[in-house]
């Protein structure tokens, strides 16, 4: 039996905690610019489109990405409702489609009955655009994590 003997080879700079975070920071933002232009896409024949605010949120033990709106409208159909007061004319076409990212003209003729009819199906965008673009992602902060240690002297 062969016995051996490992010795751990450990760099003589020692990389810098704020590169690091930096790192996460930047690939946060990039992040964000694409999953912000995916949820435009879905507006875009919007008469009245939501505004979209990216975030870079740090706290002691992480860092969060965040691209969100605070309308009302884009997150019913975004997440769909279990009943809607109002009757679509025969007419009727959605600007928007579940699972697909984007937005056709559409013919949105509503009548308001004050009576429930079944709600609105989820677009579920969001998940949409992870798995889109899920690994994307990882890839983009795996080379920002490889580029601060690079920078710092240490390879990789």
């Known amino acids: 039996m062969a016995i051996t003997r490992l010795t751990p080879v450990l760099p003589k700079t020692k990389i810098d905690d704020r590169r690091m975070l930096d790192a996460v ?22 008469k009245r489109k939501p505004k979209f605010t990216e975030t870079i949120t740090e ?11 605070d309308n009302k409208i884009y997150f019913f159909i975004n997440f769909g409702t279990d009943f809607i007061y ?11 489609v579940p699972g697909w990212l984007g937005s056709r003209p559409g013919h949105p003729k509503a009548i308001f ?44």
């Open 113 to 156: 009955d004050g009576r429930p009819h079944p709600g609105i199906v989820p677009r579920e965008w969001d998940t949409v655009i992870v798995a889109k673009h899920g690994k994307r992602f990882s890839t983009i902060l795996s080379d920002e994590i490889s580029n601060a240690v690079r920078a710092a002297g240490l390879g990789l």
């Open 59 to 69: 706290t002691k033990n992480k860092t969060v990405a965040t691209v969100e709106t």
């Open 86 to 96: 109002v009757r679509f004319t025969p007419d009727f076409q959605t600007k928007t």
């Open 25 to 46: 920071k930047l690939s946060g933002r990039r992040i964000n610019k694409i999953t912000k232009s995916e949820f435009e896409k879905t507006t875009k024949t919007w």
